[in-house]
């Protein structure tokens, strides 16, 4: 199965009126604290890896979870070699990263309000320091992706949004951008 | 609380007799493999650092968690500064240090055997590659540590074995000086 999912900047509060026209479910709110990590023997922006630790709260319960994403294999696919495990203790995690040499680059903190509509995953994100965007999503074989893609553009239309403004860098890269971009 | 504990080289099946004659209670078997780490930037046998994952096994629950080791603090004192996590998939974390760079450098692999025998624990430790160990554990406060020592002693007597052989090294350690003196 492959995720199709387009993200748009939006302000939340059309978009819920939207949702609620619609009949969308709510699905309830996530928080999310992602730390990036530098290698000590490597720059993750050049390689074009990453190493996050993510502590994430959701319905009053904490967990945290330890993520590297390889640089995308050869020049055509989206592919990347990724490993992933939770974590007993993020802080704990945090210290060891920190003891071996790795060091913090950017923290992205956002609020997840997540809805159903139809067959469409449609998540309200809060990202500290960047904006409020709306990402919509589905899951789609391998020879419907083209459809998939389209009905996540009508979803994204359906909410009063345009599809062609989809942006598709991600969260911690504009929070970079914003931080390039500061007298 | 301090842990106050003594290792000694011992034949299993002679201790199990003395620990049954004793009236000691058997507390179940945990079997670990401890994977050691060397980092991409320094040498952890220098710098007096160790990173381990460990893989655990009891009474048919595996479970793995990622442990940090900081060099001793300061000339006298046993204090390491150290960081633990449970990891919820240990093969992950363990793609995840590769990835990173970081090489395994030795696996330890033991069966400990656990017994309680009055304020002592006793584990029978079966180490891969390097054989057979008990060790005798209590916990005292500060002021009782040296009582608490003599009584480990004792307990070690009382099992047929000499406190005056004890082995002050890990099995990591051990199971290094095995393959030095390899041809």
Same mark, same amino acid.
């Given at each position: 199965? =492959? %995720? !199709? *999912?387009?993200?748009?900047?939006? &302000?939340?509060?059309?978009?819920?009126?939207?949702?609620? %026209?619609?009949? @969308?479910? +709510?699905?309830? +709110? $996530?928080?999310?604290?992602?730390?990036? =990590?530098?290698? #000590?023997?490597?720059?993750?922006?050049?390689?074009?890896?990453?190493?996050?630790?993510?502590?994430?709260?959701?319905?009053?319960?904490?967990?945290?979870?330890?993520?590297?994403?390889? /640089?995308? $294999?050869?020049?055509?696919?989206?592919?990347?070699? *990724?490993?992933?495990?939770?974590?007993?203790?993020? &802080?704990? +995690?945090?210290? $060891?990263?920190?003891?071996?040499?790795? !060091? /913090?680059?950017?923290?992205? *903190?956002?609020?997840?309000?997540?809805?159903?509509?139809?067959?469409? @995953?449609?998540?309200? &994100?809060?990202? +500290?320091? !960047?904006?409020?965007?709306?990402?919509v999503e589905t899951e789609a074989s391998e020879g419907d992706v083209d459809a998939a893609r389209e009905g996540v553009a009508r979803t994204v239309e359906s909410l009063g949004l345009d599809p062609d403004e989809e942006i598709r860098?991600?969260?911690? %890269?504009?929070?970079?951008?914003?931080?390039?971009?500061? #007298?």
């Amino acid at each position: 199965m =492959y %995720e !199709v *999912e387009m993200k748009v900047r939006a &302000d939340h509060g059309r978009v819920r009126d939207a949702l609620r %026209e619609l009949g @969308a479910s +709510a699905r309830g +709110a $996530i928080t999310q604290r992602d730390t990036y =990590y530098d290698a #000590p023997t490597r720059d993750f922006a050049e390689t074009d890896e990453a190493l996050r630790v993510r502590r994430e709260e959701r319905g009053g319960t904490e967990r945290a979870r330890l993520t590297y994403k390889g /640089p995308l $294999i050869g020049e055509t696919s989206k592919t990347r070699e *990724e490993y992933e495990t939770d974590l007993g203790d993020g &802080d704990a +995690a945090a210290a $060891i990263l920190d003891s071996l040499g790795f !060091v /913090p680059v950017e923290t992205v *903190e956002k609020v997840r309000e997540r809805f159903s509509l139809a067959e469409y @995953a449609v998540t309200l &994100d809060s990202v +500290a320091g !960047v904006g409020e965007f709306v990402e919509v999503e589905t899951e789609a074989s391998e020879g419907d992706v083209d459809a998939a893609r389209e009905g996540v553009a009508r979803t994204v239309e359906s909410l009063g949004l345009d599809p062609d403004e989809e942006i598709r860098v991600s969260y911690l %890269e504009l929070l970079l951008e914003r931080d390039r971009d500061r #007298p």
